[in-house]
């Protein structure tokens, strides 16, 4: 199964569908432009749509709605949980100020102590 993220006019994810792959087959190949295609004959010629994998495999994450499709990294990016948390530009995923504790205990960000805290 393949699956293709809408997107609004700004790149935001608005919703996740999955095609066959049947048919987006080219000569056996997986072919997006085909499932872009399929996509818009069943959601309207005036849709736009990427090609996301739940494998990470293309454009570095699976996209969700609510996602910013960056088009510069050919990437999805899920919105900022945290406004301490900076972007990680190899994953494209967002990081904590400080490692969360590896002790095997649950934890949450604290964003106003800037720390992770146990949960309790």
Known sequence: MA???ELDQKSVVLRVVVISND???????????????????????????????YN??????????G????????AFIAP????SWQLDEDTCQWQAPKPIP???KPYTWNESLLRWVAAS
Request: proline share 2%; with cysteine; hydrophobic share 30%.
């Open 67 to 74: 996602y910013l499709y960056d088009s510069e990294r050919d």
């Open 56 to 65: 990470c495999n293309m454009r570095k994450n699976y996209a969700g709605a």
């Open 102 to 104: 590896s002790d095997g």
């Open 23 to 53: 048919e987006i087959l080219d000569g056996g190949i997986e072919c997006e432009a085909k499932g872009i295609k399929r996509c818009q004959e069943l959601f309207g010629a005036d849709t736009n749509w990427k090609q996301t994998s």
């Open 3 to 5: 699956h293709f993220a």
């Open 80 to 83: 900022q949980p945290f406004a």
